[in-house]
């Protein structure tokens, strides 16, 4: 495929400024893709290009406190009560139909929120490693391996320590964080190139924190049963995600499947980023 660019807007939604990408034509079917930690909206060009080449319109905003969208200074802004109603308000403000969401890491908390609290909005769900929060919220409480795996959550709960501590270096840790976790050659140089640049923007880095603090000060109702269609991919050596969680995970959805890469990482749509278009592609046509 020849690469592309998406085409970026400004959209005022839920009282903030999100920066948002678009691919493919206007007229098609709306596909979201929510991207995580510490990523943006560039994560998911491989995967747009797929779907804008069949006809979908591709969304993809840097979310609250990334990269070019807004960047509140305040913890509280951050709950993850209103990055759902970021994103809420961003899918009703371009089409009045249910749309298809995929989402990655925190991009998927907010996607399991999201179908719990609005799932008229949502045609079919597709996360890759992220688990049901209630899952989640479950295993930090009695799972060792978990709680030591979720030991980074804790860290960033320390005021401007965990920042400066990121920074340092040109980002060398945010950048080993990510390197050091995925297969070797996952992340081309230009990509990491631009995620630094995505980090050094004005309150980069704590607008990125700030959701971790924010998901431990301001708990958020998430035991309901997911009604929407769920597809849920993992990447087997996910090292802070307890692969555990997957089958606890659509345990939690009415209407779920588990599709398991066992060679890849939390990293897999940037490693097996084919498999998983197809993988979804397929949910999507099943």
């Not at 020849?2 to 009282?15: H, I, L, M, S, T």
């Not at 007229?27 to 779907?51: D, M, N, V």
Request: some cysteine; aromatic content about 12%.
């Amino acid at each position: 495929m020849v690469p592309v660019k998406f085409r970026y807007e400004y959209q005022y939604v839920n009282g903030i400024m999100l920066h948002v990408g678009h691919l493919g034509p206007d007229t098609g079917e709306k596909i979201f893709f929510l991207h995580g930690f510490p990523e943006f909206s560039q994560a998911w060009i491989k995967q747009a290009q797929f779907f804008a080449e069949k006809g979908y319109h591709v969304i993809v905003p840097d979310q609250r406190g990334y990269n070019l969208s807004r960047k509140p200074l305040h913890i509280k802004d951050y709950q993850l009560k209103i990055l759902v109603n970021d994103i809420v308000a961003l899918i009703v403000s371009v089409t009045a139909d249910p749309v298809v969401i995929v989402a990655h890491d925190w991009g998927g908390g907010v996607a399991w929120v999201l179908a719990q609290n609005h799932p008229g909005l949502i045609k079919k769900l597709i996360i890759l490693n992220m688990p049901h929060l209630q899952v989640m919220k479950n295993n930090l409480r009695k799972n060792p391996k978990q709680m030591l795996k979720s030991w980074y959550a804790v860290f960033f709960q320390l005021g401007i320590i965990p920042e400066r501590l990121c920074g340092l270096f040109n980002y060398k840790a945010l950048e080993l964080a990510m390197v050091k976790t995925a297969r070797p050659g996952t992340f081309p140089r230009d990509y990491i190139s631009a995620l630094k640049k995505s980090w050094k923007q004005p309150n980069g880095l704590s607008g990125m924190i700030n959701w971790y603090r924010a998901y431990f000060r301001f708990p958020v109702h998430t035991g309901a049963e997911i009604i929407v269609p769920v597809l849920l991919l993992w990447g087997a050596k996910d090292t802070a995600l307890s692969a555990v969680m997957a089958e606890q995970s659509i345990g939690k959805c009415r209407n779920g499947k588990l599709i398991v890469f066992e060679t890849a990482t939390h990293w897999l749509h940037h490693e097996e980023p084919e498999k998983v278009s197809h993988a979804i592609y397929d949910f999507l046509n099943g």
